[in-house]
T-cell receptor
Framework: KAGVTQTPRYLIKTRGQQVTLSCSPI?????VSWYQQTPGQGLQFLFE???????NKGNFPGRFSGRQFSNSRSEMNVSTLELGDSALYLC???????????????FGPGTRLTVL | KQEVTQIPAALSVPEGENLVLNCSFT??????LQWFRQDPGKGLTSLLL?????REQTSGRLNASLDKSSGRSTLYIAASQPGDSATYLC?????????????FGKGITLSVRP
């Protein structure tokens, strides 16, 4: 079974631009979560989607948005990029967001975003 | 607000040593706790998942325990090897569905010397 895939793996953008990152969950998984990882803040939760609906959102500005498609693939978008948005963006999938026996999260390799 | 702490931030041990990595959390109303491994520049690999009703989980040379009442979990690595060198993160999931996100510690960077 293929794991979580994220594209692109690396991105270099300049301040003010926008960027779209993509995540394909493990086949059969319907929950996708996004995290930002930086050396200073560690891993921080961005948002979670299940069945095309945003179920939970972290404390990030409105410049960060996401969506999920009917095939469970998800995208996140960051508009008006700032230097501080440079980070590793990780996507995780699970079969259900709140099932006691099936909510182990599996992570993709991440997208390394550099904002110049 | 749930806070997860992992101390120390870095650890260096000689090959073959048995070691324990600690994780503490402030809110004991957790759904489960998950240990991950992260190699430099890579994503997270799930190592062990412990449900709130469980006390421990084992996989190969790894054993994770959970004590909800004291807000602690430990990851035990037996007979450490240089290939175990990585950052180990613990993460907890709160019990309410509205807060189903994982809250992570900052991780412990382990170096196993040959």
């Amino acid at each position: 079974k293929a794991g979580v895939t994220q594209t692109p793996r690396y991105l270099i953008k300049t301040r003010g631009q926008q960027v779209t990152l993509s995540c394909s969950p493990i086949s059969g998984h319907r929950s996708v979560s996004w995290y930002q990882q930086t050396p200073g803040q560690g891993l921080q939760f961005l948002f979670e989607y299940f069945s095309e609906t945003q179920r939970n959102k972290g404390n990030f500005p409105g410049r960060f948005s996401g969506r999920q498609f009917s095939n469970s693939r998800s995208e996140m978008n960051v508009s008006t990029l700032e230097l501080g948005d440079s980070a590793l963006y990780l996507c995780a999938s699970s079969s259900r967001p709140d099932s006691a026996s099936a909510n182990e999260q599996f992570f993709g390799p991440g997208t390394r975003l550099t904002v110049l | 607000k749930q806070e997860v702490t992992q101390i120390p931030a870095a650890l260096s041990v000689p090959e073959g040593e048995n070691l324990v990595l600690n994780c503490s959390f402030t809110d004991s109303a957790i759904y489960n706790l998950q240990w991950f491994r992260q190699d430099p520049g890579k994503g997270l690999t799930s190592l062990l998942l412990i449900q709130s009703s469980q006390r421990e989980q084992t996989s190969g040379r790894l054993n994770a325990s959970l004590d909800k009442s004291s807000g602690r979990s430990t990851l035990y690595i037996a007979a450490s090897q240089p290939g175990d060198s990585a950052t180990y993160l613990c993460a907890v999931r709160l019990i309410t569905g509205a807060n189903s996100k994982l809250t992570f510690g900052k991780g412990i960077t382990l170096s196993v010397r040959p």
